[in-house]
């Protein structure tokens, strides 16, 4: 009679072993398809293994409070040739007879079962082919017939050593997602994923401090058209870059490229997505020549009409997330940029006022910048920022 | 009746002899003796004149088998072992292999090894030089893992224009047998699937099919389903079978009893991986024997070359990366 | 086989008699102003690879060319121009060689000395020393088993590869099978710079004959005529079925061991004794001392000769050179067991 294993299931989304903790039948019991047969616990939850099919247990190879992965082996079920062929397990074929005595070297193998090595899971693992990170070429072929990329992996609970994503855990996956709900991504969405996605690859770190609006707040109140408080903002970091355009340079192999030209872009939120224009050399452009163009942009691109020469090639971005109500974030700069300037929503802050000796109310914001650690420190992050916050409390020189 | 693996051998050259006369066997103690393992058993008698002793010198034997060759004949050289066969390599790799490229004339010689370890046989007398003779152009290099292959393919050896290196493996020459001899065969240069699978594809060759088929067997009770592949001829090497059983399993173990540097293992990963690289799940990986000189003593000898257990837990340990 | 040249006499040695004389000085003249021509060719950088000359040895390997028939074996040496041209090979063939053309006995894919015609009895040498010897026994052993009968073959070797393992198993292997094999050693004193002190230790090499079971022979190298008479008698005690025999020449190389190697390692005293006379000059006062020839016939002979040789050497540089892209890249005879994956 033919015997069929009886494997650990996959007990859940993220389960990749489970601990056996109780033996609800013994060895040559006769069961049914679909009875429990073992107890295991994983980390979160008791679960029963149940049987494949009908037949009668051999034996349980598996020892108790011992974990085993997904797909081990737990014991043996004989079953009759169809119940076994149903299930895949054919019968194994005829081998070749060696005689024991001649050859020393058939030694019955004692069969270790799948027993976890503790070494495998849960430890450090060295960055080598057997890491979780590992994909093989095999799933790389896969998930580039599918125009997938490694981050859409990150979903899934791998089964292999070290917890890697084999194929057939993949292959799961995308049937599981056949039964989710899914919507096509526009072509800006997979774009701006794109970007972010390679922005990631970088160390970004994000400082942020608080700054008084009051005084810009005035001198927007005496223009027309009124520049938005971002705007104060992107020129007082333009002003920052044209001092000391460091900050802004990026970094290639061991060179620093430093920017040749101080084009600033700001975030508009568009359909589905963001579009960054561009304000070129503004720096050199004062506050009330570069609010028409600027409002011109936001127009076109909401209307996404961007032209080629309004995008592209900036050395920095300014993004307003205050509009959403927000107060901090921390945005992430483009691939191509070092650093990202945001702005959070001015709230009224009470404010010690020395001289009258009394709390007094001000109009207060939170400027972020995130930047490419490998670029700058938090130091020159700082200086950079102290520098803006300090260039908009002179909003008329802007 | 039943057939042994070297009675295969033996009734080869026999038929061999029967059937071209331009075929004539020479080596060390091959005559009236029959041969140190019996493999001419006979056929001096059956054959006379054409099953010669020769000296203890492998250099001259394949000297004069390079020169009966240009004269038309076809000869098969015994090595009494295959380690022996070094004394020999300057004619076996610079005349016999050269012949032809050089001068357009066919060198038709057929060099039997003995090779491979059998237990207590020591650093000498056990060597797996396939990998050695497979590096030189001009050369076929075959090692039969089963009676049947013993039989077809040291006829067709014999048949091909070529030197052919042909690696029959001293352990199997007792203890495998068979019905009968064949009336079919494979031809030489294509690889055979001992044994199908779906979970991984072991590629190996002559003693160690046998030893990674029982491998398989064993692993088939834990629910893998392994597939062997015997090569047969390691050079012509079956790179198609070897790619197109890859492409079923996703993952590669090659076993070899030869040393591990440079030989028919590395070669095989090396195709797979510069030809069939998207269809391995799993880095391919391979078990060769140490990398030692074989040694004598039964403790160390069946620690130093690939068992069926050492196969298992290589290809164990490849199911679960 | 044999080439004629106007004025010298051709045709099967044996029945010669006297003209054979004639008719080896004939093939030793061929040899060394062939030999010269390479020199000049090599010097002219239009030579790839070695240069190897006979020069001092023509005398000795026109005597085996002249004594071996068509049916017989040769596997010659790098100092055996004279006994190849004597032995049937066509100058223009040689120059080929030289020249690297797609036309020559080689195609490019061996060049210089290494050249021959292994189903004609002319076995291209390896260049492992001893290596040939073990052929030529497997060549005379077929024809043997095949039931033919008044071959001989003949080898030749410097004392150095006398040396080698091959050579001893070779002979050996002769002597057991009593093959018609005329092993025939060059000792020209120096195996490249090695000197015979460092060599061998024996007072004659023929002495290893009978070690072997063979017959000796020790002959004069720089005779044509001592050359003639004992390479002929060896060959025919061979041939006669009287087993393997093993000549010793002694001789002087009158060059390097390749024309990159000017051999200043030489004792003048060597090149001052009898061991460094001229081959080709005693073999000229030979002819005239008997009559053979006058000076006036000798100089139609050489000048007849560089003709010959001129006319070869303008015909090959005209002859494609082998071409790597119709090259067919493989090793092997039987075209289904090649191996692709080695296409560039």
Request: hydrophobic share 45%.
């Amino acid at each position: 009679m033919p015997q069929v294993p009886i494997i650990m299931p996959q007990l859940g989304e993220s389960i990749a072993e489970a601990a056996i903790i109780n033996y609800l039948v013994k060895p040559g019991d006769t069961i049914e398809a679909g009875q429990d047969l073992i107890e295991v616990e994983t980390n979160k939850a008791t679960m029963t293994v149940t049987a494949p099919c009908t037949g009668r247990v051999t034996n349980f190879s598996a020892q108790l409070n011992e974990s085993y992965i997904v797909g081990a082996v737990l014991g043996q079920i004989e079953a009759t040739a169809e119940e076994a062929a149903r299930l895949g397990f054919d019968e194994a074929p005829p081998v070749k007879p060696v005689d024991p005595d001649q050859d020393p070297d058939h030694l019955p193998e004692i069969i270790s079962g799948s027993r976890v090595e503790p070494t495998v899971r849960g430890l450090p693992v060295p960055a080598n082919a057997v890491g979780a990170s590992y994909i093989s070429p095999r799933l790389k072929a896969r998930m580039h017939e599918l125009g997938l990329s490694a981050a859409d992996l990150a979903g899934i609970a791998g089964s292999g050593a070290a917890g890697r994503v084999t194929v057939q855990d993949f292959e799961k996956f995308m049937v599981h997602l056949e039964h989710q709900k899914t919507s096509q991504a526009s072509s800006m969405r997979v774009a701006v994923a794109d970007a972010m996605r390679r922005s990631w690859t970088r160390p970004l770190a994000t400082v942020g401090l608080p700054v008084t609006l009051d005084p810009l707040l005035t001198h927007r109140k005496t223009r027309d058209p009124k520049p938005g408080p971002a705007l104060y903002a992107l020129r007082a970091l333009a002003l920052a870059l044209s001092e000391n355009s460091a900050p802004a340079g990026r970094l290639v192999g061991s060179k620093i490229v430093l920017p040749s030209s101080i084009d600033v872009g700001f975030a508009v939120e568009a359909e589905d997505g963001v579009l960054v224009p561009v304000l070129r050399g503004a720096d050199k452009k004062p506050l009330a020549e570069l609010v028409v163009r600027y409002n011109e942009l936001v127009e076109l691109a909401r209307q996404r009409k961007l032209p080629g020469d309004a995008t592209g090639g900036s050395v920095a971005t300014v993004t307003n997330f205050g509009t959403f109500g927000l107060v901090w974030a921390t945005p992430i700069p483009l691939p191509e940029q070092t650093i990202v300037l945001g702005m959070g929503a001015g709230r009224r802050m009470p404010h010690w006022d020395e001289a009258k000796g009394q709390f007094v109310p001000v109009m207060e914001a939170y400027l972020t910048l995130s930047f490419d650690h490998r670029v700058l420190d938090g130091g020159a992050a700082g200086r950079l920022l102290q520098r803006i916050a300090a260039l908009m409390q002179k909003p008329e020189a802007l | 009746m039943s057939i042994t693996y070297l009675e295969a051998i033996r009734e080869a050259q026999a038929r061999a002899l029967k059937d071209d006369p331009r075929v004539f066997i020479y080596g060390q103690d091959v005559g009236a003796f029959g041969g140190a393992f019996k493999a001419t058993k006979n056929l001096a008698k059956e054959f006379p004149g054409r099953v010669l002793d020769s000296p203890i010198s492998e250099d001259a034997m394949m000297g004069l088998a390079v020169g009966a060759a240009i004269e038309g004949l076809r000869p098969i050289i015994e090595m009494q072992f295959a380690d022996f066969s070094t004394v020999g390599f300057n004619q076996i790799v610079n005349q016999a292999a050269t012949l032809f490229w050089r001068t357009n004339v066919p060198c038709p010689v057929t060099v039997r090894l003995p090779c491979g370890g059998t237990s207590g046989s020591g650093p000498f007398h056990s060597q797996m030089m396939e990998a050695i003779y497979a590096h030189y152009p001009g050369l076929i290099v075959l090692t039969p893992a089963t009676v049947e292959d013993a039989y077809s393919m040291l006829l067709e050896a014999v048949a091909i224009d070529d030197p052919v290196i042909f690696c029959e493996h001293k352990f199997l020459y007792y203890h495998l047998k068979a019905d009968k001899l064949p009336d079919t065969a494979l031809p030489v240069g294509k690889a055979r699937i001992a044994r199908e699978g779906r979970d991984l594809t072991i590629v190996t060759y002559s003693a160690m099919v046998h030893e990674c088929v029982a491998a398989a067997n064993e692993l088939a009770s834990e629910g893998w389903q392994i597939e062997v592949v015997d090569l047969r001829s390691v050079k012509p090497l079956d790179t198609d079978t070897v790619i197109a059983s890859v492409a079923r399993t996703g993952r590669l173990l090659c076993v070899g009893e030869a040393w591990p540097w440079g030989g028919v293992t590395a070669e095989v990963i090396a195709r797979v991986a510069s030809e069939g690289y998207e269809l391995l799940d799993a880095p391919p990986q391979r078990l060769n024997a140490r990398n030692t000189p074989v040694p004598y003593h039964p403790n160390l000898w069946t620690a130093h070359r690939p068992t069926a257990r050492a196969v298992v837990s290589a290809a164990r340990k490849l199911l679960r990366t | 086989m044999l080439e004629t040249v106007p004025g010298l006499p051709a045709g099967d040695a044996t029945a010669l008699g006297r003209e054979k004389a004639v008719l080896a000085y004939g093939f030793m003249l061929r040899a060394r102003l062939l030999d010269d021509k390479f020199a000049t060719l090599y010097r002219a950088g239009k030579i790839h690879g070695g240069v190897f000359l006979g020069r001092g040895q023509e005398a000795l390997s026109a005597a085996i060319g002249v004594s071996l028939r068509d049916s017989d074996v040769f596997a010659p040496l790098i100092r055996d121009a004279a006994g190849r041209l004597a032995f049937g090979e066509p100058i223009v063939d040689a120059v080929r060689n030289y020249l690297g053309s797609a036309l020559g006995p080689m195609r490019g894919r061996d060049g210089n000395v290494h050249r021959g015609y292994p189903r004609e009895g002319l076995l291209p040498m390896i260049s492992h020393l001893g290596a040939m010897i073990s052929v030529v026994n497997g060549v005379l052993f077929a024809r043997r088993l095949k039931g033919q009968t008044g071959m001989v073959g003949v080898a030749t070797l410097g004392e150095g590869g006398t040396s080698t393992g091959a050579f001893h198993e070779a002979l050996n292997q002769a002597s057991i099978e009593k093959l018609p094999l005329v092993m025939v050693v060059a000792n020209n004193q120096f195996a490249y710079s090695t000197p015979n002190s460092r060599q061998f230790a024996c007072d004659n090499l023929a002495d290893r004959a009978l070690g072997y079971g063979m017959g000796a022979h020790n002959v004069d190298g720089t005779s044509l005529p001592d050359c003639l008479a004992t390479i002929g008698q060896a060959v025919e005690t061979a041939r006669n079925g009287g087993g393997p025999q093993l000549v010793v020449a002694s001789l002087l190389r009158l060059c390097g061991h390749g024309e990159h190697d000017d051999a200043g390692y030489i004792d003048p005293k060597l090149k001052a004794s009898p061991l460094g006379r001229d081959c080709l000059k005693l073999a000229e006062e030979y002819l005239l001392s008997q009559k053979l020839a006058d000076a006036a016939q000798l100089a139609v002979w050489r000048s007849q000769v560089v003709g010959e040789i001129e006319e070869a050497v303008n015909q090959v540089q005209r002859e494609p050179t082998p071409d790597p892209f119709t090259e067919k890249w493989t090793a092997l005879s039987s075209p289904h067991l090649n191996e692709m994956h080695d296409e560039i």
